[in-house]
């Protein structure tokens, strides 16, 4: 992982929330998932990530300024931003301020760093 990791502010429900995907959340997919982020996310085309995935991977990230959120709350979250938001959020803090073509998208629609340093 690089060590540039981008916070990125949304708000959602009338609350401000901060997203980061770094360690601790690449830690928690990893202990959910049995695998880390990048290799959850180049296991499948990313319109076929079902609601636990999305769930969980807004859950690691929402988790380093917001520990205490229920998995209900993010939920909550996830449907007043809706899909392509909460994508866009989850892209911008992996891509940790680079331009967006440090970020590609693979042949199955997985989202991937396009440099070595930026895998997870």
């Known amino acids: 992982m690089g060590h540039n990791i981008a916070d990125v502010p949304f708000e959602a429900g009338g609350k401000k929330y901060i997203f980061r995907f770094g360690f601790l959340a690449d830690k928690m997919i990893q202990k959910r998932f049995g695998m880390p982020t990048q290799k959850l996310l180049a296991s499948k085309p990313q319109d076929e990530f079902g ?58 629609g997985a989202a991937r760093p396009t440099r070595a340093t930026d895998s997870i």
């Open 51 to 108: 609601s636990d995935e999305i769930t969980e991977l807004f859950t690691a990230g929402l988790a380093w300024h917001h520990e205490n959120l229920t998995e209900r709350e993010t939920m909550g979250i996830l449907d007043e931003l809706g899909g392509e938001r909460a994508v866009t959020i989850f892209l911008q803090s992996l891509r940790r301020g680079e331009p967006e073509s440090d970020l590609e998208v693979a042949s199955n």
